[in-house]
């Protein structure tokens, strides 16, 4: 891939990325921690690397299993299909950068992101902060269920999802993995 071709592709990333509401609210709300930011850069360029490296045949499975990961990875489910919608994008953006056709790119960099105000509703918790102490480990033990479910439809957090494989021994719930699906293009 020549260099323009690679640069507009990578600022299609980018763009795309950027207007993915469930990605943007993890993100603002760190719900992967202080370094959420950090790690939503390196997933663009992970993305890009992935898309110009690859010396297999590239799949839209494939990317939408790194976005689910990646998602996963700042304790957020993504049930709304934006995943897919996400990784389809970037798919026939890389095709037709491949062509020299840059014009989802720009049609993205016309366009005005999406305005919005997005409601995030926190989980648990007192204001008290005598209770804090007390309160800690099991808030810590709730986090893994209480996660929000991410509605980009509605722009609204939903009630978290919680797998039926539930340990509630331990506090831990099992999260069904997407690679089982056939390949496709």
């Known amino acids: 891939m020549d260099p323009e071709k690679a640069s507009r592709l990578q600022e299609g990333i980018t763009l795309v990325l950027s207007r993915w509401t469930a990605l943007q609210m993890a993100v603002q709300n760190e719900w992967g921690g202080p370094h959420s930011r950090f790690k939503s850069e390196q997933l663009a360029a992970d993305i890009f690397s992935w898309l110009t490296q690859s010396k297999e045949p590239l799949y839209a499975d494939d990317l939408e299993d790194m976005l689910d990961e990646f998602m996963l990875s700042l304790n957020t489910e993504i049930a709304d299909g934006s995943v897919e919608e996400i990784a389809e994008k970037l798919m026939i953006m890389h095709e037709e950068c491949l062509e020299g056709n840059f014009k989802s790119v720009q049609v993205l960099k016309e366009t005005n992101p999406p305005n919005g105000t997005v409601t995030c509703i926190r989980q648990g918790g ?32 939903d009630e ?16 069904s993995s997407r690679r089982n699906r056939g390949k496709r293009n």
Do not use: F
Not at 127 to 147: G, I, P
């Open 126 to 157: 007192s204001d008290d902060e005598e209770d804090d102490d007390d309160d800690e480990s099991a808030r810590e033990e709730d986090a893994v269920e209480n996660q929000p479910h991410v509605n980009e439809d509605d722009m609204a957090v």
């Open 160 to 175: 978290p999802r919680v797998n039926e494989k539930s340990n509630t021994e331990d506090g831990w719930t099992v999260v």
